[in-house]
Structure formats: structure tokens, C-alpha cells
């Protein structure tokens, strides 16, 4: 028996397309009055999820672990939209004290939290075996991108229970697989998936969604130059994604694995019912059945 599919059979995109055009969220200033917090926002799909969220009228909390970088990003952004109102914390998530002063302090200055979107996160070498690598760098990756998608929904998922908002999780499309010698990377995002889903079991205020961004050539992908050729996907499509998947029409993914590449319309249109009939989108064991 074949192995179960574990990628939805519709178009994929590499770039922004037309059912995730940010235009009318700009020119409707959409998320007018709406606080959204970054982490990992000082560079690559961090920094580009801000200024997507910025230009459709949103006040901006960034979080990462440097000073200097966060300011860059705040400088480049209010060069073009010089209203904006942006707010800058230094924090790493998985300095547990660390974040919860960078949600603290967000949720004092603009007085909520609508929107979280945990994208902080690292990865490995995948050139050899789990036991020839150094244990420490192993670890680090899964603290990185465990505990530190933890560290932020502890803090921050009280906060969007009381505005009913969003809580998005950087994850991969490598969650679904078992990439060779990639074991620290992939087990990290498959485990934040099931984090993804009892944050929605037990926070059902809370929209909760694990993003794959798209195989994208950002800093951290500069870790594996062998993958490079599958790196085809713009920055700005998860950017687009995201204001499409906070905007409301989208709320039934809370607590699924959904991915930037996949055609949304499609998705709602030809797989929607059939996604909440069999509660699918999650992480399950795969059982083979008698035909």
C-alpha cells in the first residue's frame, strides 16, 4: 500500500498571486488599529511579514536578539510609511524571562496583542548523521525552534484569547518528510505542529496556524548551499499568505498545518469540506487499512 499523501494535491505558487494580492489590505489600511508581534523580525520573511502588516495599517511590536538589526528594520520601514507606529524589543526566545518582557512590554505600550507570528528559528548542517554532529548544535536547533515557539505561546496566547486573534507558527513543509541528516530541523517543526494543535484544542479563542513559508533563500537557508536549487519561492509570498490567513476568511485552518505554496482558493473551494469532515491538515499515525 502507497504511502498516504501528506501535500495537498492543488496549484502551486512561488510568488504572490492574485487571491493573496495584499493591494486592497493596503489601500483598505485593513489592520488599522491592530498590534501584531514579530519574532525573528530583523531579517528575511520576519522583516517582510512586518512591512506587509505595516502598510496595511498595523502597529508593529518586532522582537529578535539584536539591537542594531531591529533598528535597521524599523529605519526601512519608516522611511516608506513614516506614521507607522513601531515598537522594537530585544529578546531571545528561548530566554524565557527574555520574552515574556518583549510580550509584556508589547501588550503595555499598545495595549493588546491581535496577531503573534513565532518566526524565529535555525537549522542545522545536513551534510551528515545526527551522531556524528555536535550534540550542542543539535539541541540548539530543536530548543530554538521548540522551546522558543513555547516560550512565546505561554505569554502570548492569553493575550489573543482576550481579542480573539491570531497566533501564526513559522513550521516547513520539511515536517511532512524525513529529509536525511536533517533529523534536529525536522523533528523540531513537526513537534511545534502538534503544539499548533492543542494551542487550538485548548485556547479555541485563539486561531492557531502552522505556516509553511515556501522553500525560500533566506540567511539561514545559506546553512545547507545543497539545497539552493529548491529554493525558488519570494519572500513575499508568505508575507501575502499571512495577511490573507488574519484577515478573517480563513479562521476553519485554526489548529492545522497549512503551506504558503498552496492556491487558497482552490484549497477553500475544492477541499474545505473535506478537510473538516476527516480533521485533516494534522499530525496522525498512518494505519493501513483493509481495502
Known amino acids: 500500500m502507497p504511502a498516504a499523501p501528506e501535500d495537498l494535491p492543488v496549484t502551486h505558487h512561488n510568488d504572490v498571486y492574485p487571491g493573496i494580492d495584499p493591494t486592497p489590505h493596503y489601500k483598505a489600511q485593513t489592520y488599522a488599529g491592530k498590534v501584531v508581534l514579530i519574532t525573528g523580525a530583523s531579517r528575511g520573511i520576519g522583516s517582510e511579514i512586518a512591512l506587509f502588516y505595516a502598510r496595511s495599517g498595523a502597529s508593529l511590536a518586532l522582537v529578535s536578539r539584536k539591537q542594531s538589526t531591529l533598528d535597521g528594520v524599523r529605519d526601512d520601514l519608516l522611511k516608506e510609511l513614516p506614521k507607522a507606529e513601531i515598537a522594537t524589543f530585544v529578546a531571545d526566545v528561548t530566554d524565557l524571562k527574555a520574552v515574556k518582557s518583549a510580550i509584556e512590554g508589547a501588550a503595555e505600550k499598545f495595549g493588546k496583542l491581535d496577531i503573534v507570528v513565532a518566526n524565529a528559528g535555525t537549522a542545522e548542517d545536513w551534510s551528515k548523521p545526527f551522531t ?36 501564526i507558527i513559522t513550521s516547513s513543509l520539511a515536517a511532512q518528510f524525513r529529509v536525511p541528516f536533517a ?83 482552490e484549497v477553500e473551494e475544492q477541499w474545505k469540506d473535506k478537510i473538516i469532515a476527516s480533521e485533516g491538515l494534522v499530525s496522525r499515525l498512518s494505519v493501513p487499512v483493509d481495502a
Open 132 to 167: 556524528e554532529s555536535d550534540p550542542e548544535v543539535w539541541w540548539n536547533v530543536v530548543e530554538v525552534n521548540v522551546r522558543g515557539v513555547y516560550n512565546v505561546a505561554h505569554y502570548a496566547v492569553p493575550h489573543l484569547d482576550k481579542t480573539s486573534g491570531y497566533f
Open 183 to 265: 533529523s534536529a530541523y525536522v523533528l523540531s517543526k513537526h513537534a511545534v505542529g502538534r503544539l499548533n494543535e492543542y494551542i487550538h484544542i485548548e485556547h479555541p479563542n485563539v486561531k492557531s496556524i502552522a505556516l509553511h513559508p515556501g522553500s525560500i533563500k533566506t540567511t539561514l537557508a545559506e546553512v545547507n548551499p545543497q539545497i539552493a536549487s529548491w529554493l525558488v519561492d519570494s519572500l513575499q509570498l508568505p508575507a501575502a499568505t499571512v495577511l490573507r490567513l488574519t484577515s478573517g476568511k480563513y479562521d476553519w485552518f485554526s489548529g492545522r498545518y497549512v503551506s504558503s505554496n498552496w492556491d487558497l482558493d
